[in-house]
């Protein structure tokens, strides 16, 4: 018995072996149900995911239609009430965004429950940019209420769907229960309170002073369930990799503004101007992107997890001002056709101001991040500031507006060349004193 049965173990234990490997297998490809139990924080190798990438392409929609309706707005002179309208839409479509991602960092299944709910997170994301003109138009037109209905229940679509979510985590992982119950409970809440707010018909200043009571619900539930209910296992270097990539949407509309502009000038035949113009564009664009990636994000999030709220929330102001500068460069084609009501020195202050804003965050959002000060970086906010201050007082000389446009596209190279040339010390420093170097 004894030389009949030995052989047949290994058999066995091969033939277990393949079973197992073909369930995984079938668990990778056939998208069963699966417990939301949380993801390993540390795992190695983690990417952004094709539903990931997929779920942001409604950010493309949302963020576009937000910089279309400013551009109409500033075009249209109406700078104070486009200014206020869309930073309450950059809210609206940044807070969506930043909910998702950080519950997928902790908790994306990928089973058919969690892909579908998506689906209609992604439906939610084009009802409420179906609900940006509407509420632009209610806000520069001096109506008597805040037209945001629509927005509102595309938002109450995101928000719901989010509310499935995390019930689901809260049944599967009991150990961050506590955590999850407080995300429930103030997504509900703070729905309840934006419904109210759209059915109720008050002055427009009336509903943006009562709009701060949501806010402070929507973006305090996650701080109270991170640093006092146990928090969620988020992963540091995927959640860099998906901000970087929202990041690089927003720079998108620099160059569909850019090309908006090239159009105008391509009507009247191929021009030196149209060449001129493509590079300012794509030069300010490129530089940005630069900028931005030569900052340690992830390094920084993985040794100092306690730091992300800054990060997250800081770069909702960096995304508003990266969208808000394609809607400046939009504004650049409506001058260039004739059809802008600003001057040509108002006409280029819509890109410079966001230039100016996207530069100062950058910059704040740096310092906070790595708990540091370099008098370098006075020195590089004070040469960009020089060169932002020369293209203003070009435009208002006289200078051709594609000229300034130019000149203004250098600012973002400061940051570049100043880095490489010399800045990268500091970033190793900042490397050896984290020890993550």
Known sequence: MPEETAPRLPRMSEQHAAQAEDHGRESAVRHRTRRMTGRDPHEQHRTATPLELLFDLTFVVA???????????????????????????????????????????AYDTDDWVYRLTTMVQMVGVLVFALGLHPMFTSVYDHGETLDNDVMVWGY?????????????????????????????????????????????????GTTFALIVIPFLVEIGGPAY???????????????????????????????????????????????????????AGTALTFGLWWGYFAVPSAEVLHAHRERSFAFGYGHIPLFGAIVAIGAGLHVAAYYLDGE????????????????????????????????????????????????????????MGGTGLVWCLLVLSFAPWVTVIGYEAFGYRHHVEVLDDLDIG
């Open 63 to 105: 963020f576009g239609t937000a910089a279309n309706e400013l551009a109409h707005a500033l075009a249209e002179d109406h700078v104070g009430a486009g200014i206020v309208a869309f930073c309450f839409a950059t809210f609206g479509v940044s807070w969506a965004w930043v909910n998702f991602t950080w519950f997928a960092s």
């Open 156 to 204: 109450v679509v995101m928000r719901v769907a989010m509310l499935v979510q995390w019930w689901r985590a809260g049944q599967h992982d009991p150990s961050r229960r506590g955590a999850c119950r407080t995300y429930i409970v103030s997504i509900a809440v703070a729905q309840v309170l934006w419904c109210a707010l759209a059915l109720v018909d008050l002055p427009v």
């Open 225 to 279: 369930a991170e640093r006092q209910r146990g928090g969620t296992p988020w992963h540091a270097h995927h959640i860099a990799e998906r901000y970087g990539l929202m990041v690089i949407i927003a720079l998108g509309e620099g160059m569909i503004g850019t090309m908006a502009s090239i159009n105008v000038l391509a009507e009247e035949g191929i021009t030196a101007d149209i060449g001129l113009l493509a590079l």
């Open 340 to 395: 802008a009501h600003l001057t040509q020195t108002g006409t280029l202050l819509t890109v410079a101001v966001p230039v100016v804003a996207a530069t100062l965050v950058f910059y704040a959002g740096y310092a906070v991040m790595t708990r540091t000060f370099d008098v370098f970086h006075v020195v590089l906010l004070a040469l960009t500031a020089v060169v932002i201050a020369a293209a203003v007082l070009m435009a």
